[in-house]
Structures are given as C-alpha cells and as structure tokens.
C-alpha cells in the first residue's frame, strides 16, 4: 500500500540554523499539508499546499517557514532560522482530489532545536 | 473558533471491558469529525469518519449535534486497540477552509489492560 515518506527521521541542529524537512507524498495525491506536533501538544495545523501554490497557512506559518515543491515528487518544509521553540515531530500528509479529508500521514520527522 | 477537547488524557479498561472515548467540539456550523488512531511507533492513520458511519475495528462514533459531541466506543476492548486517539475536526468544504485543514484535540491515551 502506498505511503507517504518523510526524510530524515529526525534532524538535530542549532538555534539559527535553516533546515528542510521532506516529504514524499502519496503519487497520485495533489493536495499536500504540513502539520507539527510539539512534545506533550496537540498536533497543529501549519499550511496546506494545492497547484504548486498555498492554500491556507495557521498564524505559526509565519515568515520563517516557507513550502515547495521542487520536483513534482517532494515536498519540503522549510525553516529559515530556526528557534528552540521550532523543536517538534513535524508531520506530512497528502490527500487524493476525491477525498479531500481522507489525509494520509508520513511517520514524522523529529525537529530538536538546540 | 474552532476547538476540539478530549477530555482524559490517559484511558485504562480491561480487555473485554466496553470503552468509550470522549470528544467534544466547538463550531458554528456542521463540520466533518474524524478519530484519527496511532499506534505505538506507527504513524496517524484515520480511523473512521462521522460521514461514513461506518463501523472500524469495531469502533463506532456518533456525531451528537446537540451536545457537540462525537465519542468514540466499542463494546469490547482488545488489547491491540491500546495506542493514541485523536479527535479531529475540519469545518465544511463550503466554508472556506478548502482543503480540509485539520483541528485535533490533545489525544487519549488508551491502555487496554489482558
């Protein structure tokens, strides 16, 4: 069964530092999410992502987050300069155009921020 | 605003035992409830939908209009239903939120006890 994939597992860097987070998603999904999960939180929305463009982004999307998808198969997250409080599992999920609730999520990736 | 709650935060019952899961939401509106399930080491995966009112694993949920509420339950717990449950929301195709972006609640912990 298909499954969306997310690289790496788990990403440790400093405090300023940039980093991209990655995601396969499902082939023939087109509607893409990104979502984070800090340690004892809920799991919160960040931006949702449809014909290359984003669809709707939470007030945590802020200008130190930015979205892509360079090839047509990935699709990145991206933290320009990262702050102790972007520690989290970031999730990734994608959607088929039938099903647009049905989200299939990626195993995480494990941000720590030091 | 939209807000889901999940009160307990950790469930115990013994295998056989009923459960019960509760959630309760916050919206104007008739939204889509979801109960997302993830298993230890496993990623989230959807467990069922209000609209589908179908039975998963032997878990039912009933969306309760009056009460805002959509608990989820199963009359005999198994000991491989112990993982995390998730309590989510996503307000109506036709009220702007396009893709399905979605709400969750802070998760119940469930321990099904042999």
């Known amino acids: 069964e298909p499954e969306v994939t997310q690289t790496p597992s788990h990403q440790v860097t400093q405090m300023g530092q940039e980093v991209i987070l990655r995601c396969v998603p499902i082939?023939?999904?087109?509607?893409f999410y990104w979502y984070r999960q800090i340690l004892g939180q809920k799991v919160e929305f960040l931006v949702s992502?449809?014909?290359?463009?984003?669809?709707?982004k939470s007030e945590i999307f802020d200008d130190q987050f930015s979205v892509e998808r360079p090839d047509g198969s990935n699709f990145t997250l991206k933290i320009r300069s990262t702050k102790l409080e972007d520690s989290a599992m970031y999730f990734c999920?994608?959607?088929?155009?039938?099903?647009?609730?049905?989200?299939?999520f990626g195993p995480g990736t494990r941000l720590t921020v030091t | 605003a939209q807000r889901v709650t999940q009160p307990e935060k950790l469930l115990s019952v013994f295998k056989g035992a009923p459960v019960e899961l509760k959630c309760n939401y916050s919206y104007s509106g008739s939204p889509e409830l979801f109960w997302y399930v993830q298993y230890s080491r496993q990623r989230l995966q959807l467990l069922l939908r209000?609209?589908s009112r179908e039975s998963i694993k032997g878990f039912t949920a009933d969306l309760n209009k009056g009460e805002t509420s959509f608990h989820l339950k199963k009359p005999f717990a198994q000991e491989e239903d112990s993982a995390m449950y998730y309590c989510a929301l996503s307000p109506p195709l036709d009220r702007g939120s396009t893709l399905g972006r979605l709400y969750f609640g802070r998760g119940t912990q469930l321990t099904v006890w042999p």
């Open positions: 082939s023939n999904h087109l509607y």
């Open positions: 209000h609209i």
């Open positions: 999920a994608s959607s088929w155009v039938g099903g647009l609730n049905e989200q299939y």
């Open positions: 992502f449809y014909n290359n463009e984003i669809s709707e």
